[in-house]
C-alpha cells in the first residue's frame, strides 16, 4: 500500500482532473509507490480512469494530464485510460499489472480550498544534485526493463512505451543538472533536447519522433496500428542506448564544483555504449 500523503496527493490530482472538464471514475496507483521500493524522486505512475478516454485519445488528452500534474504534484505521471478499457480490457501489460498490484484511488468529495484558488504550489528546497542522480537511475532501470520486455516476453509496443520513458527521464537528468531546476514536465522527447540544449542529428530526430508515436500509442498496438516486428524492437532498443550513452557523455560536461569537490551526475551502474 502507498504511504498516506501519495495517496492524497493522487486524490487531489484526480479532483483537479475532474474539475477542469474531464469526469474522472478513479485512479489508479502502481509501480514503486505501491511496493513501497520508490525513493525521493521516484515517479508516481497513475491510471487516469475516465469514459471520456473510451473514446478516441488525443495528444490534447495526454499533455492536458501532464499540464494538470504539474500544477499538482510534478511527480505524478498521469496515463489515461477508458473506463470500459481498464475494466474489460487486460491484454495490456501495464493494465494487467495495475490489475495485479495496483491500488484504486477514489476522488476527494471536496476540492481542497488552496487546489481551488492557486492550482501551483510553493515547492521547497530543490536539490538538483539528488534529482539528476535518482532519474538517472530510473532511466537505467527503465532500459533494463523495456530491454526484459522485448527480448524476453516480446511485448513490443509495451517495451517501447517504456523504452520512452528511459529517454524521457535522461532528458530530465540532463535538463536538471544544466538548469539546476526541475525539468518541465513534457513527454515531447524534441523539446525535451531543446531544453537540455542537446543538438539533435537528423537521424536522431526522427528516432524521437518515432518514440513519441510509442508514447501515445504503444499501449495500445493492434487496434489501430500494427506492432513492429523483432528486428524493428532490437533496432530500437540499440538507438535508444546509443542516445542515452550520447546524453550520459553530455551531462558529464555539466558536472559542478562545489565546496572543492565535483559532485557526481551518472549513476555507477553506467549504461554501457551500443556495439
Not at 528516432?207 to 504503444?218: D, R, V
Not at 550520447?246 to 558529464?252: D, I, P, R, Y
Request: charged fraction near 25%.
Amino acid at each position: 500500500m502507498a504511504r498516506k500523503t501519495i495517496v492524497k496527493s493522487v486524490q487531489e490530482y484526480l479532483q483537479y482532473v475532474n474539475a477542469q472538464g474531464i469526469p474522472v471514475s478513479y485512479g489508479v496507483l502502481f509501480g514503486s509507490r505501491v511496493k513501497n521500493k520508490a525513493h525521493k524522486w521516484s515517479d508516481i505512475d497513475v491510471l487516469v480512469v475516465s469514459p471520456h478516454f473510451d473514446e478516441v485519445q488525443t495528444a490534447e488528452d495526454h499533455e492536458k494530464l501532464w499540464m494538470f500534474a504539474a500544477r499538482t504534484n510534478k511527480l505524478i505521471e498521469p496515463i489515461p485510460v477508458g473506463k470500459k478499457q481498464y475494466e474489460e480490457n487486460k491484454s495490456s501489460l501495464i493494465l494487467e499489472a495495475a490489475h495485479r498490484e495496483g491500488q484504486i484511488i477514489y476522488l476527494e468529495t471536496e476540492l481542497p480550498a488552496s487546489q481551488k484558488k492557486t492550482p501551483l504550489r510553493k515547492s521547497k528546497r530543490f536539490d538538483a544534485d539528488s534529482c539528476a542522480a535518482a532519474l538517472w537511475n530510473t532511466a537505467l532501470s527503465d532500459f533494463d526493463g523495456a530491454e526484459d520486455l522485448i527480448r524476453g516476453r516480446g511485448s513490443f509496443g509495451m517495451g517501447l512505451f517504456i523504452v520512452h520513458a528511459a529517454l524521457q527521464r535522461a532528458f530530465y537528468a540532463k535538463i536538471c543538472r544544466q538548469t539546476r531546476a526541475a525539468p518541465p514536465r513534457s513527454a515531447d522527447l524534441i523539446k525535451l533536447a531543446k531544453t537540455a540544449n542537446f543538438v539533435l542529428s537528423k537521424e536522431q530526430r526522427q528516432f524521437c519522433q518515432t518514440m513519441n508515436f510509442y508514447h501515445k500509442e504503444g499501449l495500445y498496438l493492434g487496434l489501430e496500428h500494427s506492432a513492429p516486428s523483432l528486428e524493428q524492437a532490437e533496432e530500437y532498443l540499440i538507438r535508444a542506448k546509443t542516445l542515452i550513452a550520447s546524453l550520459q557523455e553530455a551531462a558529464k560536461k555539466t558536472l559542478v564544483r562545489r565546496e572543492g569537490k565535483i559532485i557526481p551526475l551518472v549513476a555507477k551502474n553506467k549504461l554501457p555504449l551500443a556495439e
